[in-house]
């Protein structure tokens, strides 16, 4: 079974700070992993996804993320905050029914607050 | 469309009532999602279908809770007798064939059950 775990539910970093949100997953198959963004009121919007290659993902906004399998983490930076930032962060990992797709198991969310 | 679409965007109901909530997935998108999220809580998975069957509905909570879709095209979620603990966005997204592509998300419906 697969599964997300998002350490800490809420986050406050100031204007300009790293932003760094915790993401590990548990999966017995390789997995494919995403983050996604919630604004208020809102969908979700896709910020990056690992599937194969690459280690570190780039995203928009400026995010990114690095999947270490030996850790089994993908964790989710940005060099300095926006105030635009401030918004729900979903990691998630894709079901995998023997290679064939599935649904997306969410973490339970990290909400980022940006003091100015 | 250019995305998936849903509708009705927002709902109040009174407790008892059916509600029917429909998901336009994006043109071609072969797999379409259906997910709960209560207030201030994470994303709950309900029902996955590939075409027009669906592999899991693990998630469906109760026997209240019913989906179908028709071909690769629309799907509609009904919620019979609705209780007040049904109130929450519930979330449609879609995605094409391959396992590694991306499942997007439509803006959702605002169910309230009053």
């Known amino acids: 079974a697969q599964s997300v775990t998002q350490l800490g539910s809420h986050v406050s970093v100031s204007e300009g700070a790293l932003v760094l949100l915790r993401c590990n997953y548990s999966?017995?198959?390789?997995?494919?992993l995403f983050w996604y963004v919630q604004y208020p009121n809102q969908g979700l919007q896709l910020l990056l996804k690992?599937?194969?290659?690459?280690?570190l993902v780039k995203g928009i906004n400026g995010f990114e993320a690095e999947f270490k399998k030996s850790e089994t983490s993908f964790h989710l930076t940005k060099p300095s905050a926006h105030m635009s930032d401030a918004a729900e962060y979903f990691c998630?990992?894709?079901?995998?029914?023997?290679?064939?797709?599935?649904?997306?198991?969410f973490g339970k969310g990290t909400k980022l607050s940006v003091k100015p | 469309g250019a995305g998936v679409s849903q509708s009705p965007s927002n709902k109040v109901t009174e407790k008892g009532k059916d509600v029917e909530l429909r998901c336009d997935p994006i043109?071609?998108?072969?797999?379409l999602y259906w997910y709960r999220q209560r207030l201030g809580q994470g994303l709950e998975f309900l029902i996955y279908?590939?075409?027009?069957?669906?592999?899991?509905k693990s998630g469906l909570p109760s026997d209240r809770f019913s989906a179908e879709r028709t071909g690769e095209s629309v799907s509609t979620l009904t919620i019979q007798r609705t209780q007040q603990e049904d109130s929450a966005v519930y979330l449609c997204?879609?995605?094409?064939?391959?396992?590694?592509?991306?499942?997007?998300f439509g803006e959702g419906s605002w169910l309230t059950v009053v």
């Open positions: 043109s071609g998108h072969t797999a």
């Open positions: 998630a990992v894709r079901v995998n029914y023997g290679g064939s797709q599935g649904n997306l198991i």
């Open positions: 999966s017995s198959v390789p997995p494919y």
């Open positions: 690992y599937t194969t290659g690459a280690t």
């Open positions: 279908f590939q075409g027009n069957s669906a592999p899991d």
């Open positions: 997204a879609s995605s094409p064939t391959s396992s590694g592509n991306t499942i997007y």
